[in-house]
Structure formats: structure tokens, C-alpha cells
């Protein structure tokens, strides 16, 4: 099993800074890896696939990077809205894995 | 556009088992995968199997092989997932997300609403 390992756990984040999230795999993916968002008491919401490209209707304030193993999704300025938690998911193996999650609050 | 509609939440004693429904509309059914995930309190995100709508091939997460059956219903556009033998660790919140091919090798987009299944005595 890829085991998906992000940073930090927790981020807290004047508004319109820049935020930087972490994903690493534990064996190489290629780019088959996706970011979701996910609000309080919300179904996670799909942002980035293929490690790098927006999901329809997402900002472009939103930006993913990286291959292989190592992973990074940018929050270019930090809105009140972006208050979520975010995870990496793989689809290169079976299972399918996330991670853990990073909280993004606002300072 | 694009829906999953997820059944409501259940209760549940423990040994018993849940049957939880997503109801899709907005594409045509048979060409895409269906994937369900579940969320427990204050855990990640896990990937419990997938469906393949078109012909009824299903995976499971070996976590969840034989307690866990992913069917379809074309006429209904609706895919269902049943948990077998559940304990109290089962209770989370269940969501269904859609593929973005039939062989459900991609991302998952949309999710359906969540169905909380709380298993208690």
C-alpha cells in the first residue's frame, strides 16, 4: 500500500498570504495524484488531478505541483473561504490512498 | 450537471449490517465508476472499493473484502454499498464520488452528500 504522508498537520495563515501544503508518497506515482478540499460538514471537493492541473471552476489562486514522490499544493493569497482541510489521494496503485490531511485556518 | 445523492443517516446495533445508496444523475451511468469512501471521527479519508457501473466488476480494499458489497442498479442509476457486521468502528460518515472513466483508475469527482452510519448499542 502507498502510504500518503502530508505537512503540517496544521497551518495557520494571515489573509492573503501565501500557503505551501505537502504530500509525500511512499513509492513512486508518477503525476496521479489529486488534491481535494474539504469545508466543515462538507463532502471533500476535487481541486487539482494529475498533480498539476485546476479542476473545473477552481481559482487560480489554487496550484499543484511535483512528481514522483514528493507533492505540493500553493495557495497563492490566502482568502477566508480557502478555511478547509486539505488531502492528497493517489490513484496510481490499489487501494487508493490519502493522506492524513493538512488544516488550513486563518490567523 | 453532475449529482450524487446520497441516502440519510442510519443507526445501527452492532452485528447488524447497512445498506447505503447514491443515486447519480446528469451522465450517462454505465460509462463511469463509482467509488466509495468512508470518513471516520477525526480520521483520514479511506478508500473502501469501486463498482465498475457498466458490467458490475467491483474492487474492495482488502480492510473491507467480504463485509463490504458494491452493487448497481442501471435502471435506477443507482449504486448501493452494504457494510456487514459492523462494530462500533464502523461508524463514520460514507460518501460515494464518481470516476472520471469506467475503469476507475482516476480521480474522484463529484462526491456524493455523505450518509452517517453510527453504530451503537
Known amino acids: 500500500e502507498v502510504v500518503m504522508t502530508q505537512s503540517p498537520a496544521t497551518l495557520s495563515v494571515s489573509p492573503g498570504e501565501r500557503v505551501t501544503l505537502s504530500c509525500r508518497a511512499s513509492?513512486?506515482?508518477?503525476?496521479?495524484l489529486a488534491w481535494y478540499q474539504q469545508r466543515p460538514g462538507q463532502a471533500p471537493r476535487l481541486l487539482i488531478y494529475?498533480?498539476?492541473t485546476r479542476a473545473t471552476g477552481i481559482p487560480a489562486r489554487f496550484s499543484g505541483s511535483g512528481s514522483g514522490t514528493e507533492f505540493t499544493l500553493t495557495i497563492s493569497s490566502l482568502q477566508s473561504e480557502d478555511c478547509a482541510v486539505y488531502y492528497c489521494?493517489?490513484?496510481?496503485?490499489?487501494?487508493?490512498?490519502f493522506g492524513q490531511g493538512t488544516k488550513v485556518e486563518i490567523k | 450537471q453532475v449529482q450524487l445523492v446520497q441516502s440519510g443517516a442510519e443507526v445501527k446495533k452492532p452485528g447488524a449490517s447497512v445498506k447505503v445508496s447514491c443515486k447519480t444523475s446528469?451522465?450517462?451511468?454505465?460509462?463511469?465508476?463509482i467509488h466509495w469512501v468512508r470518513q471516520a471521527p477525526g480520521q483520514r479519508l479511506e478508500w473502501m472499493g469501486w463498482?465498475?457501473?457498466?458490467?458490475?466488476?467491483?474492487k474492495y480494499s482488502a480492510n473491507f473484502q467480504g463485509r463490504a458489497t458494491i452493487t448497481r442498479d442501471t435502471s435506477a442509476s443507482t449504486v448501493y454499498m452494504e457494510l456487514s457486521s459492523l462494530t462500533s468502528e464502523d461508524t463514520a460518515v460514507y460518501y460515494c464520488?464518481?470516476?472520471?472513466?469506467?475503469?476507475?483508475?482516476?480521480?474522484?469527482?463529484?462526491w456524493g452528500q455523505g450518509t452517517l452510519v453510527t453504530v451503537s448499542s
Open positions: 463498482i465498475n457501473a457498466g458490467n458490475g466488476y467491483t
Open positions: 489521494q493517489q490513484y496510481n496503485n490499489w487501494p487508493r490512498t
Open positions: 494529475g498533480a498539476s
Open positions: 464520488a464518481k470516476d472520471q472513466t469506467i475503469n476507475g483508475n482516476r480521480w474522484f469527482d463529484p
Open positions: 446528469g451522465y450517462t451511468f454505465t460509462n463511469y465508476a
Open positions: 513509492q513512486s506515482i508518477s503525476t496521479n
